[in-house]
């Protein structure tokens, strides 16, 4: 069974970089079909999607996010990580690490969704 | 303000039929993409509930259905139960912005 777990600081600074990883255990985040991504949601809100990353390292990010959103993939200890700088109290929420599966081969980007996700995690943005 | 818009509650007692819209536009729903729906529980990760506008993941029980037509997308629940007090969210996919989009989730009370 595929589980996936973040894991980092629950506080950070403000104007500071917000870094967390996800270890995927059950499966092999090399696989070709699959992406992984970021999702968070702040207290009380909806989800947001943050960006995703393949295993080959291409991204796709918010444009929202985008100038401050890096997603990067370490194959070799199955984790994928998202750093976002310049935070401020508005990126307070839970950050949710998620597999990006679609059904069948030769899937467009639009047919992809997020089938397995981790518990997720609350970053608070405070001094 | 999120690109596809969901009302914010929808309310139903037990053994009843509710449903759930998601409203999208040309750049999303209305391209032809896919609508997916997740279920969140309180105080727990989204669950993904139905895939690819109408199939289940095995074990969602076939009370949950979904549909799409035109830019709109519709999940609906057949004899609701206690358990299924949650929030529902639906998701695309966004050719203007490039990206994966969510709703903004309607919270489900049963009466």
């Known amino acids: 069974q595929l589980q996936l777990q973040e894991s980092g600081p629950g506080l950070v600074k403000p104007s500071e970089t917000l870094s967390l990883t996800c270890t995927v255990s059950?499966?092999?985040?090399?696989?070709?079909?699959?992406?992984w991504g970021w999702i968070r949601q702040p207290p009380g809100k909806g989800l947001e999607w943050i960006g995703s990353?393949?295993?080959?390292?291409?991204?796709y990010y918010n444009p929202s996010l985008k100038s401050r959103v890096t997603i990067s993939v370490d194959t070799s200890n199955n984790q994928f990580s998202v750093k976002l700088s310049s935070v401020t109290a508005a990126d307070t929420a839970v950050y949710y690490c998620?597999?990006?599966?679609?059904?069948?081969?030769?899937?467009?980007?639009?047919?992809?969704?997020?089938?397995?996700w981790g518990q997720g995690t609350l970053v608070t943005v405070s001094s | 303000q999120s690109v596809l818009t969901q009302p914010p509650s929808v309310s139903g007692a037990p053994g009843q039929r509710v449903t759930f819209s998601c409203t999208g536009s040309?750049?999303?729903?209305?391209?032809?993409?896919?609508v997916h729906w997740y279920q969140q529980l309180p105080g727990t990760a989204p669950k993904l509930l139905i895939y690819?506008?109408?199939n289940r993941p095995s074990g969602v029980p076939d009370r949950f259905s979904g549909s799409k037509s035109g830019t709109s997308a519709s999940l609906a629940i057949t004899g609701l139960q206690a358990e299924d007090e949650a929030d529902y969210y639906c998701?695309?996919?966004?050719?203007?912005?490039?990206?994966?989009?969510f709703g903004g989730g309607t919270k489900l009370t049963v009466l």
């Open positions: 990353i393949y295993y080959s390292g291409s991204t």
């Open positions: 690819g506008n109408n």
């Open positions: 059950g499966g092999s985040i090399s696989s070709s079909s699959y992406y």
């Open positions: 998701q695309s996919y966004d050719s203007s912005l490039s990206g994966w989009v």
């Open positions: 040309s750049s999303n729903i209305g391209a032809g993409y896919d």
């Open positions: 998620a597999r990006v599966y679609c059904t069948g081969g030769n899937c467009y980007l639009g047919d992809y969704y997020f089938d397995y």
